[in-house]
């Protein structure tokens, strides 16, 4: 593929009409063909990409050593464990509807985000002093929030800065960058342990000083997308140019009034309930990693590299699949993706003690992020209007947030019950029978022509 950059869409030229998504409702056809031969990417996309990438190798880098921290560092139970991985899921859905109506209604996504991530990068201090259940839980939560304020606005920026044909794509160019950061992460704190064997808060500092740089990247070089500014200044100036001649430049158009009913009606609903049945049975990494740990009893410095093989795959799918999701439909990518899940589950289960199983289960996981991160953010767009974007997101991903909270701290009460292996077995059961279930309440959109229905 390739990619050329630009702030905003550009004229139609040979490689096909660049469209503004705030021109487009959902629902309606675009006017012109979708681009051919040269993919064109918007440079905010690549951007925001590159602050993703840097704030993500900050939190993976502390991800990947957590659940050997809590559970061996600070000697808490996978009970606790299971708690705080459900914080680490969840507790950002107190922020993102807030965050995404915020920025909606603010017009400034950009500034709204740039709190999250600021947010996020002070809460990187707490790591270095929290020792404890209650401090880790405090500092786990502070991230967590700046997350979920951060995670709509910037969705909303790459959708006011794509094409609407294009969606899909430009979300899987951001998450290939931002997997790129994931993957360096894990592989950042494997060296600093392979160096230092105890070196836990030489990884703190470490994560601490690329969440400052992409603050301040952010701040300084992604541009103020404004929306709602922007799509009445195209507006006023088309107007102007048809009537200058006869008539005065009209008075700027009064800022809508919010329509909840996009959010939680129509197909939104449909939405909300599929990434909320198929969010409870998503149960958190870091469970599956101790599942193969235990089964391989390999030694905890290589404890990281899963994250690493999980984010490479992730890598390697981004990309393929937000174009598939863009050609055959982003319902169908989405539910159909939690296959991968169900096969990592499986092979997480089975009792082989065997490196290849062990790296397949890494790359079914990474496709399943590939196919539902970015690609249930691009089919809460296009289901919701250029004005709604931002909470349209954000109840899509809160949704998911609140689920996967319930799912990982049910989990960890599943596996102090039943054991690990038969903890696995019943979430892959009720998996294998959630996914055709979902796809039945979805099947209006399972469909590229599904992919603009509105009501």
Request: with cysteine; aromatic share 10%.
């Amino acid at each position: 593929m390739y990619i050329s950059f630009s702030n905003k869409p550009k004229p139609e030229d040979e490689a096909g009409p660049l469209l503004d998504e705030a021109t487009e409702a959902p629902g309606q056809p675009t006017s012109s063909r979708p681009a051919r031969g040269v993919r064109t990417v918007s440079s905010t996309v690549v951007t925001f990409g590159i602050v993703s990438m840097l704030t993500d190798i900050s939190s993976e880098s502390v991800t990947a050593i957590l659940p050997l921290y809590i559970t061996g560092v600070l000697g808490l139970s996978t009970v606790a464990f299971g708690f705080i991985d459900g914080i680490y899921q969840g507790v950002s859905a107190i922020t993102r509807i807030a965050a995404g109506y915020t920025s909606d209604r603010l017009d400034q996504p950009k500034w709204v985000a740039f709190v999250g991530y600021a947010l996020a990068a002070v809460a990187r201090l707490g790591l270095l002093f929290a020792s404890g259940f209650a401090a880790i839980t405090a500092v786990i939560s502070a991230d967590r929030i700046g997350k979920g304020i951060r995670t709509a606005p910037r969705d909303a920026v790459i959708t006011a800065a794509s094409r609407p044909d294009n969606l899909g794509t430009s979300f899987g160019v951001h998450r290939t960058l931002d997997n790129v950061g994931a993957a360096i992460g894990p592989l950042l704190a494997f060296v600093i342990l392979l160096l230092i064997p105890d070196g836990y808060s030489t990884i703190f500092v470490a994560s601490l000083g690329f969440a400052v740089v992409g603050v301040a990247i952010l701040g300084l070089f992604v541009p103020n997308v404004r929306p709602r500014r922007d799509r009445q200044a195209e507006t006023s100036t088309a107007s102007t140019e048809v009537d200058s001649q006869s008539a005065p430049a009209p008075a700027p158009a009064p800022r809508p009034r919010f329509d909840w009913k996009i959010v939680t009606a129509g197909p939104m609903r449909r939405v909300l309930a599929a990434a909320g049945i198929l969010g409870l049975l998503t149960i958190g990494d870091g469970f599956i990693y101790l599942v193969l740990q235990s089964r391989s009893d390999f030694a905890a410095l290589w404890f990281p590299l899963m994250y690493v093989g999980t984010n490479v795959a992730f890598l390697a799918f981004a990309i393929p699949l937000g174009k598939l999701a863009d050609r055959v439909g982003r319902a169908r990518v989405f539910v159909f993706g939690h296959f991968a899940l169900l096969a990592a589950y499986v092979i997480a289960a089975l009792p082989i003690a065997d490196i290849a199983a062990t790296l397949l289960c890494l790359v079914f996981l990474g496709a399943f992020y590939a196919s539902t991160d970015g690609v249930l953010a691009a089919l809460a767009a296009q289901l919701t209007t250029p004005d709604t974007h931002g909470t349209g997101i954000a109840a899509a991903q809160t949704v998911v947030a609140v689920t996967r909270f319930l799912s990982a701290a049910g989990f960890g009460l599943l596996w102090y019950g039943v054991g690990s292996e038969n903890a696995m077995w019943i979430v892959s059961g009720l998996l294998a029978v959630a996914i055709p279930l979902v796809a039945l309440l979805l099947r209006p959109y399972l469909s590229a022509r599904g992919q603009g229905a509105s009501s």
